[in-house]
């Protein structure tokens, strides 16, 4: 009995020692431009963030490789190999359906009617995972990819290779390519996808991110063979995109839906050799539900309305920003794109700014306020300011810090530490170079405000100390139940 108590007070000890501080983010999309990550020509202060995106790359393989077929539920076509989702907001309303107490939960999908409350999850749609594990994949396709471009190693592009092979092309795993059963409706009247299930697979900007970094920087794990076999699908799947009822319905949707579908479209046409394509594509956003989606005044009214505005507003602004990333790399310019009321991206960006995350997530925002600072610039270190004030832990040690450049370095180098194993209360780590010169081009080199320099570092100490009270309070709690 003693042995046990002491032995789990010393198993978080020890967890609250080794605790990774820079755990991985799911960011809502983005575009990582292969050009510059291939080139290698990164800042000396960006690593810190890489070697975070070494960390996730390890930590994003969890649970890997995914795939469709492993769902507890078939979907109603009875093909396993068919994607299924249930549309997250949807709840059964069983009180017409006489004595309930009975019903299975297969019964309540097939009998309960279900209603729709915006922005609250029901908790039973992570049952049937495909669309967590999609995201699983992408971020494991991304951060693998960006490793194997650091180091060389084919530990990480093998993974990648395994990773797309078990999703998209082994005969037993591999995935129909449409979303027929995407966020499904689930009662009487269900048993369909609806057009929101396009949403679901957004995050193929980031799998493209990380194929266009192995292929053209020719990583040997990457083979001619499942590049083929990859696009092959990828045109099978564009081709249900463009034509399928609930895909176009998707496509004329007018709010983050909308900006997600391009995202979709334009990063499976690059993978698929069509930049031409994808051009298009996004000229066919920015010209079009792009037009009325920021006021004069910045707002998003289509995402305000929400019941979470303050994570509608940073997530449509993540897919414009992919889109204007997308369309950069096929050469279509659109970060001076004005909508109707003749703003920009940015004027979204300085809005959400203003605007109080109140009990939703903060951090949200920040990967958008990064992108809009290293693209338009940053004149008064306005964005940098509120990254340093808002982010309780290192901005620099965040993996979008490392594309999101230049930024300036209005306090950021000043007090980062030298390495992750340091920050995360461990010994020196292999590369340490934390203050080094800041990144040239927009940015403003030299000022380094000392308000913001103490804001980052008072940031440093809190969190410190919040990390530390919190392993406190739950080695305290732990030592009182044993009691
Ligand atoms: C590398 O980046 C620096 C700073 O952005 C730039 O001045 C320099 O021209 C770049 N070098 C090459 C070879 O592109
Ligand atoms: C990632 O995993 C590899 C293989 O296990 C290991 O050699 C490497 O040190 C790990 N990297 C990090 C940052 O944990
Ligand atoms: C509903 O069914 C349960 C289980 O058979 C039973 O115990 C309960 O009395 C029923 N309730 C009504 C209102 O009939
Ligand atoms: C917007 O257009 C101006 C003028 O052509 C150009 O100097 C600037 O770089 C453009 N901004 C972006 C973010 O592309």
Same mark, same amino acid.
């Given at each position: 009995?003693?042995?046990?108590?002491?032995?789990?007070?010393?198993?978080?000890?020890?967890?609250?020692?080794?605790?990774?501080?820079?755990?991985?983010?799911?960011?809502?999309?983005?575009?990582?431009?292969?050009?510059?990550?291939? %080139?290698?020509?990164?800042?000396?202060?960006?690593?810190?963030?890489?070697?975070?995106?070494?960390?996730?790359? @390890?930590?994003?393989?969890?649970?890997?490789?995914?795939?469709?077929?492993?769902?507890?539920?078939?979907?109603?076509?009875?093909?396993?190999?068919?994607?299924? /989702?249930?549309?997250?907001?949807?709840?059964?309303?069983?009180?017409?359906?006489?004595?309930?107490?009975?019903?299975?939960?297969?019964?309540?999908?097939?009998?309960?009617?279900?209603?729709?409350?915006?922005?609250? *999850?029901?908790?039973?749609?992570?049952?049937?995972? @495909?669309?967590?594990?999609?995201?699983?994949?992408?971020?494991?396709?991304?951060?693998?990819?960006?490793?194997?471009?650091?180091?060389?190693?084919?530990?990480?592009?093998?993974?990648?290779?395994?990773?797309?092979?078990?999703? *998209?092309?082994?005969?037993?795993?591999?995935?129909?390519?449409?979303?027929?059963?995407?966020?499904?409706?689930?009662?009487?009247?269900?048993?369909?996808?609806?057009?929101?299930?396009? !949403?679901?697979?957004?995050?193929?900007?980031?799998?493209?991110?990380?194929?266009?970094? !192995?292929?053209?920087?020719?990583?040997?794990?990457?083979?001619?063979?499942?590049?083929?076999?990859?696009?092959?699908?990828? &045109?099978?799947?564009?081709?249900?995109?463009?034509?399928?009822?609930? %895909? !176009?319905?998707?496509?004329?949707?007018?709010?983050?839906?909308? /900006?997600?579908?391009?995202?979709?479209?334009?990063?499976?046409?690059?993978?698929? &050799?069509? &930049?031409?394509?994808?051009?298009?594509?996004?000229?066919?956003?920015?010209?079009?539900?792009?037009?009325?989606?920021?006021?004069?005044?910045?707002?998003?009214?289509?995402? /305000?309305?929400?019941?979470?505005?303050?994570?509608? #507003?940073?997530?449509?602004?993540?897919?414009?920003?992919?889109?204007? #990333?997308?369309?950069?790399?096929?050469?279509?310019?659109?970060?001076?794109?004005?909508?109707?009321?003749?703003?920009?991206?940015?004027?979204?960006?300085?809005? %959400?700014?203003?605007?109080?995350?109140?009990?939703?997530?903060?951090?949200?925002?920040?990967?958008?306020?990064?992108?809009?600072?290293?693209?338009?610039?940053?004149?008064?270190?306005?964005?940098?300011?509120?990254?340093?004030?808002?982010?309780?832990?290192?901005?620099?040690?965040?993996? &979008? $810090? $490392?594309?999101?450049?230049?930024?300036?370095?209005?306090? *950021?180098?000043?007090?980062?530490?030298?390495?992750?194993?340091?920050?995360?209360?461990?010994?020196?780590?292999? /590369?340490?170079?934390?203050?080094?010169?800041?990144?040239?081009?927009?940015?403003?080199?030299?000022?380094?405000?000392?308000?913001?320099?103490?804001?980052?570092?008072?940031?440093?100490?809190?969190?410190?100390?919040? *990390?530390?009270?919190?392993?406190?309070?739950?080695?305290?709690?732990?030592?009182?139940?044993?009691?």
């Amino acid at each position: 009995m003693i042995t046990s108590r002491t032995s789990s007070l010393l198993f978080v000890a020890v967890t609250c020692l080794t605790l990774p501080v820079h755990s991985l983010t799911n960011y809502a999309n983005d575009f990582v431009d292969p050009t510059y990550v291939l %080139a290698k020509n990164y800042s000396t202060w960006t690593t810190p963030s890489q070697e975070t995106i070494l960390q996730w790359a @390890n930590d994003s393989t969890s649970g890997g490789p995914w795939s469709v077929t492993t769902k507890p539920y078939l979907a109603p076509s009875g093909d396993k190999h068919d994607y299924m /989702s249930w549309a997250p907001y949807a709840w059964p309303d069983c009180t017409g359906v006489g004595n309930t107490t009975e019903l299975t939960p297969q019964q309540i999908w097939t009998t309960c009617p279900y209603v729709t409350r915006d922005g609250q *999850f029901n908790p039973d749609g992570r049952d049937i995972n @495909n669309v967590g594990d999609f995201d699983s994949l992408a971020n494991a396709v991304l951060y693998n990819s960006l490793a194997w471009a650091f180091t060389g190693s084919s530990l990480y592009s093998g993974r990648v290779a395994t990773f797309i092979n078990a999703w *998209f092309i082994n005969a037993d795993t591999y995935m129909n390519p449409n979303l027929n059963y995407g966020q499904m409706q689930r009662g009487p009247n269900g048993q369909t996808g609806s057009h929101t299930g396009l !949403l679901d697979l957004k995050c193929m900007a980031k799998i493209a991110s990380g194929i266009l970094v !192995l292929r053209i920087g020719k990583a040997a794990e990457w083979t001619s063979d499942i590049d083929d076999q990859f696009v092959a699908w990828i &045109n099978k799947y564009i081709q249900w995109v463009t034509t399928a009822s609930i %895909a !176009l319905a998707e496509k004329a949707a007018t709010n983050n839906h909308g /900006s997600f579908y391009y995202n979709q479209l334009a990063s499976l046409q690059i993978m698929a &050799n069509d &930049n031409d394509g994808a051009e298009k594509t996004l000229d066919e956003y920015f010209t079009g539900i792009y037009m009325n989606q920021i006021a004069a005044n910045g707002d998003q009214p289509l995402e /305000s309305i929400r019941t979470r505005p303050y994570h509608y #507003r940073a997530y449509n602004l993540a897919a414009m920003i992919t889109n204007a #990333r997308l369309g950069e790399y096929v050469g279509y310019h659109a970060w001076n794109k004005t909508t109707a009321a003749g703003v920009t991206i940015q004027a979204a960006c300085d809005y %959400a700014i203003t605007k109080p995350a109140g009990d939703e997530t903060a951090s949200e925002l920040y990967p958008d306020v990064a992108a809009i600072a290293s693209v338009y610039g940053d004149s008064g270190n306005k964005y940098t300011k509120y990254l340093v004030a808002s982010e309780s832990k290192q901005y620099v040690w965040d993996a &979008n $810090f $490392f594309w999101n450049q230049p930024l300036t370095d209005s306090g *950021f180098a000043a007090s980062a530490p030298t390495s992750m194993s340091k920050a995360a209360g461990g010994t020196d780590g292999p /590369s340490g170079t934390g203050t080094s010169t800041a990144p040239t081009g927009r940015s403003t080199v030299g000022t380094r405000p000392d308000n913001a320099a103490l804001a980052l570092a008072t940031g440093s100490w809190g969190t410190w100390l919040m *990390f530390y009270g919190a392993c406190t309070v739950v080695m305290g709690a732990s030592f009182l139940e044993f009691l």
